[in-house]
């Protein structure tokens, strides 16, 4: 003769997937969330770089400014970011000119991250994009002739 449970037949696996949803929602949103971070550090890190080289090669500040922006949007194109490069750069000389032999030029790039899936009634509490900044220091070549 067999003695029938309490009832709590397959509760188990209804607790199971409860458990595993609560847990794996906000696992594969902290992925989401590191992954465009880690793209946009990317971005930062390569568009400051180029940014910079670029600039100290060009033959004036005008074509160096052009170059650098131009170089800044194809780092975030790239990494699938849609900003405006000439807002994400901030291009700084310690001389002035900007070109003078032996001066450096340091290339800022500012990226924003937005969150996913956060509503914009939340922005009053939780910001709603992530900033990431780089910057990277060229130096002009000392035997150029000053423009």
Do not use: N
């Amino acid at each position: 003769m067999r003695v029938r449970g309490d009832g709590d037949a397959g509760s188990a696996l209804v607790e199971f997937l409860g458990i595993s949803l609560v847990l794996l929602v906000p696992i594969v949103y902290l992925v989401l969330v590191l992954g465009r971070i880690q793209a946009a550090t990317f971005a930062a890190e390569g568009a400051a770089r180029e940014a910079a080289r670029v600039y100290v090669a060009a033959d004036d500040a005008e074509q160096g400014t052009l170059r650098a922006v131009t170089a800044v949007g194809i780092a975030l194109v790239d990494q699938g970011f849609v900003d405006d490069p000439a807002d994400a750069l901030v291009v700084r000389c310690s001389a002035d000119p900007c070109l003078t032999p032996g001066a450096e030029v340091a290339a800022t790039v500012q990226v924003r991250v937005p969150l996913p899936f956060v509503p914009t009634f939340v922005g009053d509490v939780v910001p709603l994009e992530v900033p990431v900044t780089a910057e990277r220091v060229a130096p002009v070549d000392t035997f150029r002739v000053a423009r």
